[in-house]
């Protein structure tokens, strides 16, 4: 037994053969942002094979509040080599690969999502959540959307006919202009624990994947939703 994940294998109902599963799986994640930050550790923690990171942004003072993959004296340097480098340090049997690029259609998404088992979207605005929805439906891979905004963190389990635009929207949402929303550390943090959490489940098979599944918390009045839409409901998040 591998000695780095013994505490894992030792869950009930997990074991060698889902340590197995998420040692060949392959995740693409999209932003490596406050959310970011929170599932890319996790990932590696738990021995996914092959993580792929693509993000275009760098880093600056204000992300270092949530953004804890990060320290000070990296402030301007790129945050997807930076946060494969960490990576590499969690858990150097793993396979980290780093993308500094900007997505501006699902074109751009097309050739890094060959082979991938599952993406996970932990972006920050409704268009690029959308890119990425509809590059993942056209490549049919599975996606798990993270998000957080002020004190609400956000779970969206999309693919297999549900895309993030018929939850928001199509083309309302993405004219919204880019813009730098409040944001609460923990409730990025949050976002990211639970698409952490869902791609380790589904991946070793300890849990189904269930498309058009949302879970949502507040963090200023402590509410919890779930609950599961499909293609056809109408249905508007705010």
Known sequence: MNIRYERQLALDGFGEEAQRRLSAAKVLVVGAGGVGCALLPLLAGAGIGSVSIVDFDCVSLSNLARQTLYAQEQVGGAKAPLAAERLGKINPEIKVVA???KIENPADL???LSGIDMCIDATDSFASR????DACADASVDEILCSAEGFVSQMFLLGRGV???DIVGDDAARSQPA???PIFGPAAHLSGVWGAAAALQILSGF???IPGFVQSYDFSDNKFLSFTITADES???E
Do not use: A, P, W
């Open 207 to 209: 849990r189904d994947f």
């Open 110 to 112: 097309s050739g890094l």
């Open 130 to 133: 959308l890119i990425v929805s």
């Open 179 to 181: 813009k730098k929303n």
């Open 99 to 101: 993308h500094n690029k």
């Open 235 to 237: 249905y508007q998040i």
């Open 163 to 165: 895309k993030f635009s």
